[in-house]
């Protein structure tokens, strides 16, 4: 049964409609066949960026859709719950055009936003190093100043779609401490740029993880976004946004799981009765199911806050919180409901709970979550 999702506009039912059917026609016919041989979705992306898909909550001035965040995020969510792994790049694209329609100056945006937001070019997000991950003011990767623009030297980790992606939202250090990091837009074949082998992941198989390394990159001052210095900043701003992206893409992996735990236990019978009639069974998928409306409300109450523009950081990082560790639950308690089967690769829901693992570690661990709630309870 699809969600029955309350949304704000005609436009974000036909929105959820036209996602839905991508789902069933694009998707779905592919994603387990890329998920086992870890092999790269071409077209997928292209197919999502001439539907609209890629670009829903940016301005329609610059070629986005314009759609509140409450719309995009349920449709995030309805992607991820047929394939996590393009839902995360979909969420990361999102994420590294951020600094540029926030802090980049009106030339900036006219000359790189189109072609960003029109879903023919995607983005990564370039923050962490080998020592720099939760804290990344520790990132070391040097932009120096030199005429008319820096020279990049260094090496990034943890880059999702690295090697694929058209442009890299980087961050590199330009000065000493927190306030000496700034943020910079780099095209993707930017000479003196190269890319590590993808990393063998646990999951989101399809879409490359990989290292970037800086060896006299040479790009020029126009590609700064923000003052120098800024960076950490706009780093901490876009992932406001990105970690309810992340919410929405594990609320969306907790309720495939939940689908499919309900079908199996309306199907499967034991000692003469379905196992959903079993009460120990059936208690266990209620609280699934509680889990993951708890998990959308709480990026949907988040997502709005950010919709009236009110501060929302607190709220999101709440949102990544609940909804992520729902996810892990969900999914790993629909592996039990299915039994046996549930360890194999023949249904799904093995792949989810490898998915949903990773969703509290990255866009800040659940421990930074924690750490940035509790600093906001502070009086
Ligand atoms: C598949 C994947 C995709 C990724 N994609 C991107 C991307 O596109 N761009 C990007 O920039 N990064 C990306 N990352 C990196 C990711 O954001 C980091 O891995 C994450 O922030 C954690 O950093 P770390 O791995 O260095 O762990 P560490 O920071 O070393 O943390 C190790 C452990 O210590 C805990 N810990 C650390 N500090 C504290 C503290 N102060 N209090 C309590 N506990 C603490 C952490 O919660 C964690 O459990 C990705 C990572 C993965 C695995």
Request: charged letters at 20%.
């Amino acid at each position: 049964m699809p969600v029955d999702r309350l949304l704000p506009t005609e436009e974000a039912h036909d929105l959820i409609a036209l996602t839905r059917d991508i789902a069933d026609k694009v998707l779905d016919p592919i994603v387990d066949e890329h998920e086992k041989s870890e092999t790269y979705p071409e077209g997928v992306f292209a197919q999502l960026g001439e539907a609209g898909l890629l670009s829903l909550p940016q301005p329609e001035e610059w070629g986005g859709g314009g759609q509140p965040y409450e719309v995009y995020l349920q449709v995030l969510e309805e992607i991820a719950a047929r394939w996590a792994a393009v839902a995360v790049a979909v969420s990361v694209h999102s994420l590294s055009s951020h600094p540029l329609l926030a802090f980049g100056t009106e030339e900036q945006k006219q000359r790189w936003l189109p072609q960003m937001l029109s879903g023919t070019q995607i983005g990564a997000y370039s923050l962490s190093e080998p020592q720099a991950g939760s804290d990344a003011a520790a990132l070391r990767c040097a932009a120096t100043k030199t005429d008319g623009g820096y020279v990049l030297n260094g090496a990034k980790s943890w880059i999702t779609h690295g090697g694929r992606a058209d442009f890299y939202t980087l961050f590199a250090r330009t000065g000493e401490g927190s306030r000496g990091i700034s943020c910079f837009l780099v095209p993707g074949d930017q000479a003196g740029l190269s890319f590590g082998k993808p990393e063998e992941k646990m999951g989101l198989h399809a879409v490359p993880t990989t290292s970037a390394f800086y060896d006299n990159a040479r790009i020029d001052d126009d590609r700064l976004i923000g003052d120098e210095g800024q960076g950490l900043q706009i780093a901490f701003s876009a992932l406001d946004s990105g970690r309810l992206g992340i919410a929405a893409v594990a609320t969306g992996l907790a309720q495939a799981a939940l689908d499919e735990a309900v079908k199996y236990a309306n199907e499967r019978t034991t000692f003469g009765r379905k196992i959903i009639d079993h009460q120990g069974l059936g208690f266990l998928i209620a609280d699934m199911a509680a889990a993951v409306a708890g998990a959308r409300a709480t990026y949907l109450d988040a997502a709005r806050r950010r919709d009236l523009n009110q501060p929302y950081s607190q709220q999101a990082s709440v949102a990544k919180l609940v909804a992520t560790d729902a996810a892990m639950k969900v999914t790993t308690d629909a592996v039990q409901v299915l039994g046996g089967v549930g360890y194999t690769r023949d249904f799904r829901v093995e792949r989810y709970m490898r998915e949903a693992k990773i969703t509290q570690i990255f866009e800040g661990t659940n421990q930074i979550q924690r750490l940035v709630i509790a600093r906001g309870l502070t009086s």
